[in-house]
């Protein structure tokens, strides 16, 4: 029987990437939101509501890339990280490791996007 590791996700940059690429789309789809309702309804509060909303999807998109990305990593303390060969398994743990720090930075920014639904009080 074969031994049981995490997916080998090392054929494709996309898994590493896919976190920052959430936290563009939620950049994005705050302002389309705001603008909208601020400027076409007059109306701050569906605005706050929308960007709460956008919000939380896109954390909990990014907390699961980033747990799918430290499973991929197989992170295990005392571990010595010498790769000094380009195998499957190092690239694999070196893109689990640069897509779980990237969604540490994504949800970061997500959060940050969402700053300004608790300082504006009005769309004026």
Known sequence: MKDQKPPYRHRSLWHM????????????????????ACIKLGAPDIARLGVAALTVIALGIIGFLGWRA?????????????HDRPTEAQRREFLGHGGFLL???SAVGVIFDALPIFIIESCI
């Open 103 to 105: 969604s540490i930075v």
């Open 17 to 36: 990437v896919l976190a920052p690429t959430v936290w563009a789309f939620h950049f994005v789809f705050c302002y389309a939101v705001m603008s909208v």
């Open 70 to 82: 430290w499973v991929q990593w197989d992170f295990r303390p005392g571990d010595n990280y010498k």
